[in-house]
């Protein structure tokens, strides 16, 4: 078949069209990996934009926008991807409009619900740095020098925890047989690495027996002569270790949560009693599970006293510290961790009381070789012998975000760190006391570090409280209102509060409640932004008992 002359022209004409069309392309997508060459106007505004938007944003006094999430959803329904690439303005335009006006201000002194606060200046060109360096941590041909100061870093880290001598650091700081931490995406991470490392050592291979990780969980503890495996920690232990029994093939039943007391730590007597029946009953315990710092209230175990089991059972040892770890910088505090230094394990946040960015879990280890358990190699990457940081981590590539912790320690340094505490944990006490004496709440535990629990009590209630006579009735109403309370602060958006679930005991009797839930770590929270939140909920809970009981 032959095309006439018309047809042909048509035929060109489309062809240099859509040649066009893709030159264009091609322009715009190699401008957006060289701006400062083809267009360094564009650049330039792109980062002035930028630079007045995290100004407005970090200077933002309230804790969010007043946005429900149904209007919210509707702005991100459209699933399609754009033919041709967008411009810089109308994509910023995009991003003001619906994911910077509307995201939680976790730097307000007012929002103080969370473990998210605001961040040193520093953070932000080092946060440029890094993504322009683009360094990918796991191994040496992607991360050189990155990977050295990374095990730097978490040995400065190690040494706060452990104190070992000069000689232990000397030999084991860049020694790639040796790991002193390994470096992850957060806490979760941290605790099941810690949880594989104790598993795959205890059930590791002997008299010719390959060990679990070649064979299973099943034929390890048939080799071992056991019936079943479990992980022993308090009931306010993290839910990462639900996660972490779930991936080791255990199941969420074997992991034995023991009761707290009035003051949220794990009950020493029950912990033994519970570590003995395992024993009689011929389960094998991966490993015993200390908190320093509990997520919902802040509370530190007793270290010393769960070492001393876990080390009369020959069991591993973990502490979860990602929440508390830091206190260690504290002369005045540190006590609270008093133990910690026997810990085989332990995991610390630095996004937490560290004041990194997310992102920046750490999990460090008394003895420098027990992560030799979970190594891997691959011949086209981690290979036998390197100082590839990825062959004893469960994540690959990752970011070097140990830029960040590295600079924190050097920039803020020990004294900052203990400032940091110190002011926190000051504060947390101010208000407390403040709560304690405001007949419109009830401060339900005395805080041990920087969290702490209360409630809001309607007026009719108040002298019933100061009584000690509420009925189960009293307090079914005063959770829903608190929980009414703690929705209707956090959707008005002026201060920020996050809730809880407590066990107390009225008339004998153990029922569950609505907590208010504060975590005082902000550095920018203030003394009168604590009385602004209490403020702002006592006109929030007055406004909610009138409704109730103009109802009832």
């Given at each position: 078949m032959q095309l006439n002359n018309q047809e042909i022209s048509k035929k060109n004409i489309f062809s240099k069209t859509e040649e066009e069309l893709q030159y264009k392309i091609a322009d715009k997508?190699?401008?957006?990996?060289?701006?400062?060459?083809?267009?360094p106007e564009l650049a330039e505004n792109m980062d002035l934009q930028i630079a007045n938007i995290v100004y407005d944003f970090l200077n933002a006094s309230n804790a969010n926008t007043n946005i429900d999430l149904n209007s919210l959803i509707q702005k991100f329904s459209d699933s399609q991807v754009p033919i041709e690439p967008s411009s810089f303005e109308s994509y910023f335009k995009y991003l003001t409009n619906n994911i910077i006006t509307h995201s939680?201000?976790?730097?307000?002194?007012?929002?103080?619900?969370?473990?998210?606060s605001a961040l040193p200046y520093f953070v932000q060109p080092l946060a440029k740095l890094m993504t322009a360096m683009n360094q990918n941590a796991v191994k040496i041909e992607t991360a050189k020098a990155l990977s050295f100061y990374e095990r730097q870093a978490l040995s400065m880290m190690h040494r706060q925890i452990y104190s070992f001598s000069d000689n232990f650091y000397a030999q084991?700081?860049?020694?790639?047989?040796?790991?002193?931490?390994?470096?992850?995406?957060?806490?979760?991470?941290?605790?099941?690495?810690?949880?594989?490392?104790?598993?795959?050592?205890?059930?590791?291979?002997?008299?010719?027996?390959?060990?679990i990780e070649k064979e299973g969980l099943a034929l390890a503890l048939n080799f071992y002569g056991y019936k079943g495996a479990?992980?022993?920690?308090?009931?306010?232990?993290?839910?990462?270790?639900?996660k972490a029994v779930d991936l080791m093939g255990i199941g969420t039943?074997?992991?034995?949560?023991?009761?707290?007391?009035?003051?949220?730590?794990?009950?020493?007597?029950?912990?033994?009693?519970?570590?003995?029946?395992?024993?009689?009953?011929?389960?094998?315990?991966?490993?015993?599970?200390?908190?320093?710092?509990?997520?919902?209230?802040?509370?530190?175990?007793?270290?010393?006293?769960?070492?001393?089991?876990?080390?009369?059972?020959?069991?591993?040892f973990h502490v979860d510290a990602a929440w508390g770890g830091p206190i260690i910088f504290s002369k005045k505090y540190r006590h609270k961790l008093a133990g910690i230094k026997q810990a085989d394990s332990v995991t610390i946040d630095g996004h937490k009381q560290l004041y990194l960015p997310m992102g920046i879990g750490m999990v460090f280890f008394r003895d420098p070789h027990l992560a030799s358990s979970i190594e891997k190699e691959a011949s086209y990457t981690?290979?036998?012998?390197?100082?590839?940081?990825?062959?004893?981590?469960?994540?690959?590539?990752?970011?070097?975000?140990?830029?960040?912790?590295?600079?924190?320690?050097?920039?803020?340094?020990?004294?900052?760190?203990?400032?940091?505490?110190?002011?926190?944990?000051?504060?947390?006490?101010?208000?407390?006391?403040?709560?304690?004496?405001?007949?419109?709440f009830e401060l339900l535990v005395k805080p041990d570090t920087n969290l702490l629990t209360y409630?809001?009590?309607?007026?009719?209630?108040?002298?019933?409280?100061?009584?000690?006579?509420?009925?189960?009735?009293?307090?079914?109403?005063?959770?829903?209102?608190?929980?009414?309370?703690?929705?209707?602060?956090?959707?008005?958006?002026?201060?920020?509060?996050?809730?809880?679930t407590k066990t107390i005991t009225s008339f004998d009797e153990k029922i569950s409640v609505v907590a208010l839930r504060a975590v005082i770590a902000n550095p920018l929270t203030t003394e009168e932004d604590i009385d602004a939140v209490l403020n702002d909920q006592i006109q929030i809970g007055s406004e909610i008992s009138m409704l109730s009981f103009f109802a009832n």
């Open positions: 997508v190699m401008q957006l990996f060289f701006p400062s060459i083809h267009e939680i201000h976790t730097s307000s002194p007012r929002f103080i619900g969370h473990m998210t084991h700081i860049q020694n790639n047989q040796s790991t002193l931490g390994i470096l992850v995406s957060g806490g979760t991470i941290a605790n099941i690495t810690a949880l594989w490392c104790a598993r795959n050592t205890s059930l590791g291979p002997k008299n010719g027996f390959g060990g479990v992980v022993i920690g308090s009931e306010l232990m993290h839910f990462s270790f639900d039943q074997g992991l034995i949560k023991i009761p707290v007391d009035s003051n949220n730590r794990v009950n020493i007597q029950v912990l033994r009693q519970a570590v003995a029946k395992c024993r009689n009953q011929n389960l094998h315990i991966i490993a015993i599970i200390g908190v320093a710092g509990t997520t919902d209230s802040g509370s530190v175990d007793p270290l010393l006293e769960i070492a001393e089991i876990a080390h009369e059972n020959n069991v591993h981690m290979r036998k012998g390197s100082f590839d940081l990825g062959k004893r981590a469960l994540e690959g590539s990752r970011p070097g975000m140990s830029l960040f912790l590295h600079a924190g320690l050097n920039l803020i340094g020990l004294k900052g760190y203990e400032f940091l505490i110190d002011e926190s944990i000051r504060k947390t006490q101010y208000m407390a006391t403040r709560i304690s004496a405001m007949s419109e409630r809001y009590i309607p007026e009719p209630l108040r002298e019933v409280v100061a009584k000690k006579q509420l009925t189960k009735t009293d307090n079914l109403l005063i959770t829903q209102l608190n929980e009414n309370l703690q929705k209707m602060q956090r959707q008005i958006g002026r201060t920020f509060i996050s809730r809880t």
